[in-house]
């Protein structure tokens, strides 16, 4: 089974708009993390937001928010007010305890959602 | 400057040779990490190192060796490439110890091609 699921290959939104990127996980964990990262066409990889898995609010960083429903085990970024520079590559990524009680830190990630803002 | 760099940028080899993509990190991070990005998989990591001499593998390790002498530098080897890792390679490094919030910083990325 897939760790990190994203089902959105590609999302258009106006600009100005909000647009909300979808993303799934599969973990037994209690204890985990929760990232995004922007890749634009240059090719970095840009660290956008963070949640932690028992964090109780839902993480914010300017114009990006993780709705984060723990139930659901979905953690979807939300970007409001889409500027042209938002068109990218967007990745969902999971940190996970694993075995031994530890993970390093390691990521898996997901396949990706490309955005494009439109004019 | 600080940070973390890797190189070359972009290599061209051949299939069978060897290859060594290099990074290097200036804040003294503890852990360092190798993924590859390929179309329809997103980033898988490679290998991982939680300092100096201590590496372990991660989900696509075949092909690869890995070294960690010395803190600031994580280099990765391909001992005989082939066609199949053409892809585009990221080091990573963190700060924090096990499982607290420290975000991963990412170098710029060197893309590999075998011919």
């Known amino acids: 089974a897939q760790k990190i699921t994203q089902t959105q290959p590609g999302m258009f939104v106006q600009e100005k708009e909000a647009v909300t990127l979808d993303c799934t996980y599969d973990?037994?964990?209690?204890?985990?993390?929760l990232f995004w990262y922007k890749q634009p066409s240059s090719g970095e990889m840009i660290f956008l937001i963070y949640?932690?898995?028992?964090?109780?609010q839902n993480a914010t960083e300017g114009r990006y928010s993780l709705n984060f429903q723990k139930a659901r085990k979905s953690a979807n970024l939300v970007i409001s007010a889409s500027q042209l520079g938002d068109s990218a590559m967007y990745f969902c990524?999971?940190?996970?305890?694993?075995?031994?009680?530890?993970?390093?830190?390691?990521?898996?990630f997901g396949q990706g959602t490309i955005l494009t803002v439109h004019p | 400057d600080a940070g973390i760099t890797q190189s070359p940028r972009y290599k061209i080899t051949e299939t069978g040779r060897q290859v060594t993509l290099m990074c290097h990190q200036t804040?003294?991070?503890?852990?360092m990490f190798w993924y590859r990005q390929d179309l329809g998989h997103g980033l898988r990591l490679i290998y991982y190192?939680?300092?100096?001499?201590?590496?372990d593998k991660g989900e696509v390790p075949d092909g690869y060796v890995v070294s960690r002498s010395k803190t600031e530098n994580f280099p990765l080897t391909l001992e005989s490439a082939t066609r199949s890792q053409t892809s585009v390679y990221f080091c990573?490094?963190?700060?924090?110890?096990?499982?607290?919030?420290?975000?991963?910083?990412f170098g710029p990325g060197t893309r590999l091609t075998v011919l």
């Open positions: 190192s939680a300092a100096a001499d201590i590496t």
């Open positions: 990573a490094s963190r700060k924090g110890q096990g499982n607290s919030y420290n975000e991963q910083f």
């Open positions: 973990t037994s964990d209690q204890s985990y993390g």
């Open positions: 990524a999971m940190r996970e305890k694993g075995a031994g009680g530890t993970s390093y830190g390691k990521l898996t």
């Open positions: 804040w003294s991070h503890s852990y």
């Open positions: 949640q932690g898995s028992y964090d109780e």
